[in-house]
């Protein structure tokens, strides 16, 4: 079975070619210690490594952001998702998440469910940056 490898426009590199990179340049670290500080099965970043899986789509974001945590400081977060062929999520302030919480339980199940849908399909569209909030 042939593994889909995204690609960073700029580096060409994907999640597998980054890690592999990462670790020959500190031998020093293990997969099994990158595993367990990035709280990641060992197997699961074998995996990644190898290229046996890591389609950006199938890696969880909150797994990509500990991976990225756990990497040298050399590598960046927007590295880890570009090389995963993923967008980097934008960090929400805590005032913002509130907001959004409050507005969430004001609605009814319907509408949560309606909110959901469209937050997934607004993560799909290209970021624009804005300028308010």
Known sequence: MESIRPRDDQTGEDLAALLRSVLAEHPELTQKQLAESAGIPYATLNAWVTGRRGAGGRIASDDLRALADALPTTVTVARVFAAAGRRTPSDLDAERE???????????????????????ALTKLPHARATAD
């Open 98 to 120: 509130a907001r959004l919480l409050e507005l969430f339980h004001e609605l009814d199940a319907g509408q949560q469910r309606a909110l959901i849908e469209m937050a997934r």
